[in-house]
T-cell receptor, first 110, second 116 residues
Framework: DAKTTQPNSMESNEEEPVHLPCNHS???????IHWYRQLPSQGPEYVIH???SNVNNRMASLAIAEDRKSSTLILHRATLRDAAVYYC???????????FGQGTRLTINP | NAGVTQTPKFRILKIGQSMTLQCAQD?????MYWYRQDPGMGLKLIYY???????DKGEVPNGYNVSRSTTEDFPLRLELAAPSQTSVYFC???????????????FGPGTRLTVL
């Protein structure tokens, strides 16, 4: 399975944008890029996913590099509730199993 | 919809005891999963099921058993509890939408298990 590399931790301020990077240099053509997040004392929740094009939804945006070797999860206006561990996961097309790394712990300062 | 529910929320076991962690989902999902999460780590897959009567091992299946007799329920059994099984256990479910689908997993709130 292709691996992802994320910073262990990041810090940002409330109401500012946050850019969470993920490197996946060994990604294959059929790997989707998924992001999940885990709020304190809760199970993970889906945030967004994409294959080649940038994606937007109500929670976040996903920017995928042209060569697909990296991606960035963008929270446009962070709130205190966005403090969580964010996981970048590669998921082979049609595969059901997720492989979680250690993720990035995001701290939001008021 | 209640989504994915897990019981109990917390449990303390003595070494060698056995217990069953319960998981149920009401979304008619065909896939269900069990993960464990050790402190400061990501989740590791223990077992998963693609439908009633079908289960398969994940990354860390040793010391656990599962069964899937209905679409809704996916219990996880610990037969001889060991301190190494102290962890938070998460159950999840998903609906296979085909190779191009999202196949988003929905997680339960977790069971915090301590083995002393």
């Amino acid at each position: 399975d292709a691996k992802t590399t994320q910073p262990n931790s990041m810090e940002s301020n409330e109401e500012e944008p946050v850019h969470l990077p993920c490197n996946h240099s060994t990604i294959s053509g059929t790997d989707y890029i998924h992001w999940y997040r885990q709020l304190p004392s809760q199970g993970p929740e889906y945030v967004i996913h994409g294959l080649t094009s940038n994606v937007n939804n109500r929670m976040a945006s996903l920017a995928i590099a042209e060569d697909r070797k990296s991606s960035t999860l963008i929270l446009h206006r962070a709130t205190l509730r966005d403090a969580a561990v964010y996981y970048c996961i590669l998921n082979r097309q049609g595969a059901q199993k997720l492989v979680f790394g250690q993720g990035t712990r995001l701290t939001i300062n008021p | 919809n209640a989504g994915v529910t897990q019981t109990p929320k917390f449990r303390i076991l003595k070494i060698g005891q056995s217990m069953t962690l319960q998981c149920a989902q009401d979304m008619n999902h065909n896939y269900m999963y069990w993960y464990r999460q050790d402190p400061g780590m990501g989740l590791k897959l223990i077992y998963y099921s693609v439908g009633a009567g079908i289960t398969d091992k994940g990354e860390v299946p040793n010391g656990y058993n599962v069964s899937r007799s209905t679409t809704e329920d996916f219990p996880l059994r610990l037969e001889l509890a060991a301190p190494s099984q102290t962890s938070v256990y998460f159950c999840a479910s998903s609906y296979f939408q085909g190779v191009s689908g999202n196949n988003e997993q929905f997680f339960g709130p977790g069971t915090r298990l301590t083995v002393l």
